[in-house]
């Protein structure tokens, strides 16, 4: 390899201002979500104490991880990672309701353990509710790690950013696309392949509101996209498969479109050799 190139890519690792391991913050989401949900832990405890022990090496190496970025920290390392644990039981208590929505909303879920121990929509959500609180304490660069970190995992794309009530489900979920100022209330349902994203991308409207906003009790249906900061879909509307809506829509509505489908049936072929083995 050319010994310019190889010593330009050592300067920069020398100047690099932090260092963040990704591997290490996927490591630390991973072990929270199972210190919150015993069905997925690989870890057994033998007291009390083992257990609040454990508790205190993820705060721990919760600190390390946000050690090397301390100059673009809002507040010292130990005090974040103290904040972050402080608001496990919050998100403990909003993830169980997001797991008895999907059960309650899926026919095929047998229980709130399998959906805790398989479902994606599950993963996805939990995954985002931890990034979602570094977000909300300004904890720059590892709540986007996470965020993608569950993106890779379950196919579903939520930016930390994202303001979500309870009672949150994602049905199957693979493509779904929820972007950094989308408000999500309760009790809201979405498919796969759903995006609520932004009209428009240009940089200059980073700081303004560019995802829609979507209201109580609403079922977003699959493939359907919704776009624009000043997009409302009220309360209890229905959006069907593969809309496309850029305009609000009052409360009570239900939104779909009219499939341009034929269906011809074909005449029977003469002489069809049926064979069975």
Not at 74 to 85: H, I, K, Y
Not at 99 to 115: C, F, K, L, R, Y
Request: net charge negative; aromatic share 8%.
């Amino acid at each position: 390899m050319d010994k310019d190139f190889l010593a330009q890519l050592y300067e920069d690792h020398t100047h690099t201002r932090h260092l963040v391991p990704a591997s290490a913050t996927c490591h630390f989401a991973e072990a929270i979500i199972q210190l919150l949900f015993p069905p997925l832990s690989e870890k057994r405890y033998t007291s009390l104490s083992d257990f609040e022990e454990h508790t205190q090496l993820l705060q721990q190496c919760l600190e390390r991880i946000l050690d090397g970025m301390k100059s673009t920290l809002p507040e010292s390392p130990a005090l974040l990672a103290a904040a972050v644990m402080q608001e496990l039981p919050q998100i403990h208590s909003m993830l169980l309701g997001d797991a008895e929505a999907i059960t309650h909303g899926d026919p095929a879920a047998q229980s709130m353990e399998e959906v805790i121990r398989t479902y994606p929509g599950f993963k996805a959500v939990a995954l985002y509710r931890l990034a979602h609180a570094m977000y909300r304490l300004d904890i720059p660069l590892l709540p986007r790690v996470i965020s993608e970190f569950a993106h890779g995992r379950t196919g579903i794309d939520i930016h930390p950013g994202a303001t979500i009530g309870a009672y949150f489900c994602i049905d199957h979920g693979t493509g779904v696309v929820i972007g950094e100022t989308t408000v999500i209330g309760d009790y809201v349902k979405v498919y796969q392949g759903v995006t609520l994203g932004a009209i428009s991308v240009e940089k200059s409207m980073a700081n303004m509101k560019r995802h829609p906003t979507i209201e109580d009790h609403v079922v977003i249906y699959a493939g359907a996209t919704i776009l624009g900061g000043n997009t409302v879909i009220g309360t209890r509307s229905i959006i069907g498969g593969n809309v496309w809506l850029t305009e609000s829509v009052p409360p009570y509505s239900r939104v779909y479109h009219h499939p341009q489908i034929k269906v011809r049936k074909a005449p029977e072929p003469e002489n069809v050799l049926n064979f069975s083995i």
